[in-house]
């Protein structure tokens, strides 16, 4: 399978097959000033939405007839296997943001958790919900999201998984009052800065110790 950050916290997952699953598609349009991705502009046949707010649930611009799924619960679909847990937007239970769905997509022997606006760290139920996890897509900008510190227990707490992608921060297409990657990468090793949008995943290719891999938006 393949994976590519589109931007922002959207990811496009290809299986071998040739389908495609959407994470969290953002609307540019909604944020002229602080979100300067090109507009999503694909035809996946799958979309995740982990909470309704403009940056993550953007499903308008899609082409075609994407299964739309934004919910608890279990999937089977074109060969992904999907699990939504229940978790909140912030740390108060959802009161301040509401509801956030973490997404866990297994496909081609590998399993993608895609956090959405995660706000707090993971009870124990929720973690082991999850499950065994190979690819940890992880929001670590802060604010709006778990933060640099929130997002390294969570890492942990899930593994830590053998890859790890650092999503939803601030960098020159994003200028919300949120923080830049490096404070999640400070002190950790195993650190790649690629410079490419996508890789190639296989589950007998997995490193055998936690790597971070930081990837250039496609968009």
């Known amino acids: 399978m393949k994976l590519k950050w589109i931007g922002h916290s959207c990811f496009l997952v290809t299986a071998d097959s040739g389908k495609a699953l959407l994470t969290d598609p953002y609307d540019s349009g909604a944020y002229r000033d602080s979100l300067l991705y090109r507009q999503v502009d694909l035809s996946p046949d799958i979309c995740t939405v982990s909470h309704a707010h403009a940056d993550h649930a953007a499903i308008k611009y899609l082409g075609g007839s994407p299964r739309i799924l934004d919910s608890m619960g279990e999937y089977n679909i074109d060969g992904f296997g999907i699990r939504g847990v229940a978790t909140f937007h912030d740390s108060s239970n959802g009161s301040q943001r509401g509801a956030n769905t973490v997404f866990l997509i297994r496909v081609d022997g ?109 968009n």
Request: hydrophobic fraction near 40%; charged fraction near 25%; include cysteine.
């Open 110 to 218: 590998v399993a993608v958790c895609h956090l959405g606006d995660l706000g707090h760290e993971l009870s124990a139920r929720q973690a082991e919900e999850i499950g065994q996890v190979d690819v940890l897509l992880v929001p670590v900008g802060g604010h709006f999201t778990i933060d640099a510190a929130s997002a390294t227990k969570v890492w942990r707490q899930l593994g830590p998984p053998p890859i790890a992608i650092p999503m939803h921060f601030r960098n020159d297409k994003c200028l919300f009052q949120i923080e830049e990657v490096d404070g999640f990468l400070s002190g950790k090793s195993g650190v790649e800065l690629a410079r490419e949008s996508e890789i190639e995943l296989r589950q007998e290719n997995l490193p055998g110790a936690p790597k971070i891999v930081v990837l250039e938006p496609a």
